[in-house]
């Protein structure tokens, strides 16, 4: 009898349906929290590499702030306040050679293009509606460029053609460079004057602006430069000068006079050159130096200095004693608006101008955002308000991240009854 094999059994392969539907939910959850830390480790590298962002160029746009504040009405020797209250016009005191030979004799500084009122060290225009107290709704998309009415006082044509972003303020500053050299030789003359400087560098990189300075008297004017480094001043066919040094009426001894670079330069807002990853151009901090073009007349030389900058806001430390033939005391006392400090006068004369003379602290404040959206949380307008000297912003649900950056500035050439 023959015995049959006996059959063998195998074991199952494979996964029966219900076990893959549970491995493919359990692989989907995985890869979901895979995503997830992606996704939260990117938006934290955006929001970190955006606050690093903002902190240096807030640093960066303060430094230079705080840079040229501080040079504000310095004239040489002496300062803007000194000059003003010699007794002597054109011989002592300050001189442009901007105004006509009349002007200066009777001190009419008003007479003088705008730019060059370098009688007043510092000016200010306030935006309006941006005071302490006032509430301020930062704009959506791209910055709007704002017309010359929306500032007070009024923006003058100059600075009206700088294109600035309404709502934020703007300071414009004249002071001599602290690049200085004396002189070798000094010919006045009418209507042509030469210079020879010690130190031929301070003739080069210049805005083609210079002073003239003892601790008596402080002149400035319009040069030229030759190959050896001397400066021309003429004032018959010069686009700006309207007269020349008077001779034995402004004494400059070559022992004593030091020939400096005079500088006018303008901070503001304005719309910015980049779009980061919005595709929309973002807000910039703008310093404008304005130079002796080729032609002779003035010439704004624009530089962005910093992205991320929404809101400039500045407010005038002015000294207790304001009266224009008493010296300054040293103590600030009251803190002003741009409007409040001159009444609100484009071109300041008499008074007014004199009010300007009396600011010794700058306080500055910069609402940064990131240069790209960095995913950041929004705060509820609600409940809680950025702050920035007292002024009341409210930003965009738009994912930039914003801080707020303060500081006061003391201008060195006019505390201590210096």
């Keep these: 009898m023959t015995r049959l094999p006996t059959p063998t059994y195998r074991s199952q392969q494979g996964l029966s349906l219900v076990e893959l539907m549970v491995a493919l939910a359990i ?3 995985l890869m979901l929290g895979l995503v997830q830390v992606m996704s939260a480790s990117r938006s934290a590298y955006r929001l970190a590499e955006g606050i690093g962002r903002a902190q240096e160029n807030a640093r960066f746009a303060m430094d230079s702030l705080e840079r040229d504040l501080r040079m504000a009405g310095h004239l040489g020797c002496i300062n803007d306040t000194a000059l003003m209250q010699s007794a002597i016009p054109a011989e002592e005191g300050l001189n442009l050679l901007f105004l006509t030979q009349a002007d200066r004799i009777a001190s009419n500084f008003s ?21 302490p107290g006032d509430a301020v709704n930062l704009a959506t998309g791209a ?5 010359v009415n929306q500032w007070s006082p009024s923006l003058p044509a100059d600075l009206g053609a700088l294109q600035p972003v309404a709502g934020s303020d703007i300071v414009v500053l004249r002071y001599f460079a602290p690049v200085s050299s004396g002189m070798t030789g000094f010919a006045p003359g009418d209507p042509t004057s030469t210079i020879t400087p010690t130190v031929p560098a301070v003739t080069t990189g210049g805005s083609g602006l210079f002073g003239l300075a003892n601790c ?9 430069v030759n190959g050896a480094g001397v400066v021309t001043v003429g ?39 980049g779009t980061g990853n919005t595709g929309v151009a973002g807000p910039s901090l703008y310093r404008v130096r304005y130079v002796r073009g080729a032609g002779g007349g003035l010439q704004a030389e624009r530089e962005e200095l910093v992205e991320g900058v929404e809101s400039l806001q500045l407010l005038y430390g002015q000294d207790r004693v304001v009266a224009a033939n008493a010296p300054p005391s040293g103590y600030v006392t009251t803190s ?12 300041p004369a008499g008074n007014n ?25 929004q705060m509820d307008p609600a409940t809680q308000r950025m702050s920035v000297l007292g002024t009341q912003v409210t930003p965009q649900d738009d994912g930039f991240y914003r801080s707020v950056y ?8 006019r505390l201590f009854e210096n």
């Design 406 to 413: 303060e500081t006061t500035v003391a201008q060195r050439n």
């Design 111 to 131: 007479a003088a293009p705008y730019l060059l009122r370098f009688d007043v060290g510092m000016q200010g225009f306030e935006a309006v509606n941006t005071a």
């Design 235 to 273: 004032s018959s066919s010069d686009p700006l000068n309207k007269s020349n040094f008077m001779g034995d009426r402004e004494p400059y001894d070559t022992g004593k006079a030091t020939l400096y670079r005079a500088e006018v330069i303008v901070y503001f807002v304005g719309v910015g050159a």
């Design 216 to 224: 008596r008297s402080a002149s400035v004017f319009a040069g030229t």
């Design 27 to 29: 692989g989907m959850l």
């Design 353 to 377: 101008a004199n009010l300007w003379r009396r600011i010794g602290t700058v306080q500055v404040g910069l609402v940064m955002r990131s240069s790209e959206g960095a995913v950041s949380a």
């Design 336 to 347: 002003w608006t741009a409007n409040q400090v001159g009444g609100g006068v484009v071109n």
């Design 143 to 147: 910055p709007v460029v704002g017309n």
